[in-house]
């Protein structure tokens, strides 16, 4: 089993900066590849970004890519999203999830673990 709590969203002006952290607890976390995900009611959860378990590979959605950077410190068992130039389109909650396979790294089906959400509101 693998635990995640997500942190750090908030309400922010356009053209603002936020950064959220997800910690992680269980099985060799280390290995796993994690991922950000962001769901606004009514829609399907899209993909954002995700990491591998080295962080030497990182892959963003086109939305994103250019304004969010995503992180992770293994030694802290913590993973990041900073998020820059935020747009009110951005709003959603904002989930992070493990993949334990590497593979589909964009799917959420591939992501049995997931953690609770946290609010992120871009005002214009």
């Known amino acids: 089993q693998v635990q995640l709590v997500e942190s750090g969203g908030g309400l922010v002006q356009a053209g603002g900066s936020l950064r959220l952290s997800c910690v992680a607890s269980?099985?060799?976390?280390?290995?796993?590849?994690l991922g950000w995900f962001r769901q606004v009611p009514g829609q399907e959860r899209e993909f954002v970004a995700a990491i591998n378990w080295s962080g030497g590979r990182t892959f963003e959605a086109d939305s994103v890519k250019g304004r969010f950077t995503i992180s992770r410190d293994n030694a802290k068992n913590t993973m990041y999203l900073q998020m820059n130039s935020l747009k009110p389109e951005d709003t959603a909650v904002y989930f992070c999830a493990a993949n334990p396979w590497t593979t589909g790294i964009t799917t959420t089906a591939n992501y049995p673990y997931w953690g609770q959400g946290t609010q992120v509101t871009v005002s214009s």
């Open positions: 269980g099985r060799s976390v280390s290995l796993l590849v």
